[in-house]
């Protein structure tokens, strides 16, 4: 999770958008988020009472297939819990959420979409807080490995995770809740708590909001830890958005 | 003035639902209130559908009912049924057209090495390698067979098919269920001392690709892989299509007969042995158990409002403290109405190593409520109570006789006219007293090798096995009397059908169709003898 890079509102005519970047998979990534929008042919599919999250992955050189179709499942079973799709003006309509990969590895046929899982998860929330879609709660998501030694190993490469015993990816909300794990591989449940309690303390670090609201902020730099990142991410966007406002104080 | 008063006793009655009606109107509550009955009343916290939260659904399994595959299944978790055909087909090492790069990569890797214990893991590598990067494992699901209201028949698959599609093959990779070795075709080439001169004639060609240095070693080379296509077709669909559908590419795959291969240096062919003895079983690693769950929550509006989301810590002292309301059940083994209320899901597949649990995937999604301590207590339950299907598939009797034949000459000759009016009245008879209610059976057999062929209900399929039986197996939950198909429309749908699979499960819907329309049995007759003559001919004219 070091040096992640991310900008956000790269694209014009979406609602919000967000650029990621993570080095030490090669992962490059675009999201586009439109919300609330109408679908228009899918009427009959609609809740009456929510929005309706729909997800597209798109892979960098080939078309989609059956893997971004669960990657995609995946997604949207996350997001749709976290978005409040109650709010006004977002029943009946749809959230669409559009994902390129843009560089790294491609996922071939049947291959473990782990690698690429917490990325996704990242430029996706990015793109919705682009987009100013109401949230209950942000998150981070952290990709742990298991080597054949039983060691946890974290910030895989494509390489590592080939070779590991198992991947697991684990998201947790700002609250720390467990949103979200896939395991595969073979292992027993004490390393999975271990890899359980490495992911939390990767995912929150020391920037965990305290009671009453404050961020303990420490001197080292918090883009390091992936919550600290997505907070920081948006505040630098909002520090330029509101430049002209912040300078004539 | 008289109506109104002769109507005012029966209104309270107009106005209380009958709880079939409850259950649509107002799911969450009907389920809720099963869940969390009132202290006062004494009665179990039980699921709608009567079982206990943790209770899985009576699963039940039948190997080898499909004959001209090379393993099958038909798996039924309560009213979800899936049905599994294994067709092995050859893949020769030719036809792979990075294969003798990757061959000679290989070989100087294993020299360099060397050494006993990176000896296993180059070999791990190996399998993983030919299995995954040579796709010998070809799974695919198909939900478009009118299996729940939902799906509509012969549209494309669905996401939930491909997703489906997808989990079945990254677990069948990550699970390394099964062995590269069964599926490798070897060759060994002979030691031909004397014919020095012809050899060298063949050296030389082969120089032009190969290296030159088989001259003195002559290893056994792979001349071919069998690929396992793997079609899981759910055929009712009533929640839980992962399980039904692991299940039953795990049996199929453990009733996985491969025939005995060869390469042929004078046809320069690989043949096969039609002898059912010298066929082998696949050896598969383990048996991978999976089981799902789902977290209903008691407060249905938890969505609604926008409430202050309280932190993890938070919430569990929270939770001790109303530990008398309970606020959410995990549901194992949901079925359609179950799934239908509920977004947090867990999938736990498990296996047993030398007595101890491994988990080889769990996955949990689309909720918060679920963490360690559940999980750990579901994974216990799942290596427990959740191996259903592995005591069934153990104890069920493998009913394949002639499987390997792939021919669908031999229906024509065990099917004799008479054995279809016979097969049909029974079926359509049997049909009938079903709607009556009462029991009948689900299954008709019918032996392969006696011409007289007789026939026989399912009272006891142990025991006819024992005695070589045979089973045919018509599924029962195919027609769905709001989709009335003509009994043609249904010839013609199995005729577009792709697969060897599907023509027993058409054949089933097919009489089914029929006797739910009231054919006559002479018109039936003739509709089914098209139809087998048709799969007598190959099945793709």
Known sequence: MVGLTASLSNLSRSDGSASYKCPATGYDLLGAVNAPIELPARRDALKPEEATVEVFVKPG??????????????????????????????????????????????????????????????????????????????????????????????????????????????????????????????????????????????????????????????????????????????????YKDYSWKIDSI | MASTSTAAPAAPNSLSLPPSQFARLQPHAYLLAHLSPPSSSNQPSIRANGRAPSQFRVTSANAGSLTHTNGSAVIRLGDTTAVCGVRAEILHTDDIASWSVSQSTNANKRRRIGESEKETETKDEEDRAHIEDLNLLVPNISLSTGCAPGFIPSAPPSALAQSLSHQILSLLHTSRLVQAEDLRIWYQPPNLGPEEVQQHNDEEQMDLDAGANEEETKPAEIKAFWVLYIDVMLISLAGNPFDAAWASVLAALRDTKLPKAWWDVDNESILCSDDVKESQKLSLR?????????????????????????????QKVQDSKHSSQQQKWILADPDGYEEGLVQERVYVVVDKEEGKTVIVKMEKLGGWTVDSEDLRHLVDISAQSGTPSESHIDHEPHYYQHHLANDGTRLKKTFSADLFEKMTSRYSRAIKTRRRGSQVPAELYYTPRAHQGEMVSNNNPASLTRHGWSVLQFPTTLMRPDHPQSPVGCFDWCRSAPTALIHHISLGRFLRTAAHRGLPGKALLVELCRAFDWLAMGGNG
């Open chain 1, 61 to 238: 050189n080939t078309t989609a297939g059956v893997g971004e179709r669960y990657v995609e499942g995946i997604l949207r079973s996350v997001l749709s819990k976290i978005v409040l799709g109650r709010e006004r003006g977002f029943p009946r309509r749809g959230v669409v959420i559009t994902l390129a990969i843009v560089g790294g590895e491609t996922v071939d046929r049947g291959d473990s979409y782990l690698t690429i899982l917490p990325a996704l998860l990242h430029t996706s929330l990015l793109a919705l807080l682009s987009a100013a879609v109401p949230l209950s709660m942000t998150f981070s998501a952290t990709l742990v490995g298991v080597n054949k030694s039983g060691a946890i190993i974290t910030d895989l490469s494509a390489v590592e995770a080939k070779a590991a015993a198992s991947l697991h990816v684990l998201a947790f909300s700002s609250k720390n809740h467990l949103l979200l794990n896939q395991s595969e591989g073979r292992f027993d449940f004490d390393i999975w708590e271990q890899v359980r309690d490495r992911a939390l303390s990767i995912c929150q670090g020391m920037t965990t909001p305290g009671p009453d609201g404050d961020i303990a902020m420490g001197d080292e730099a918090d883009s390091s830890r992936p919550e600290g990142f997505v907070r920081e991410t948006v505040e630098d966007r909002l």
């Open chain 2, 286 to 314: 383990g048996l991978p158990i999976s089981s799902s769950f789902c977290v209903f929550e008691a407060d249905a509006a938890a969505g609604w409002r926008a409430v202050v989301i309280p932190d993890a810590e938070e």
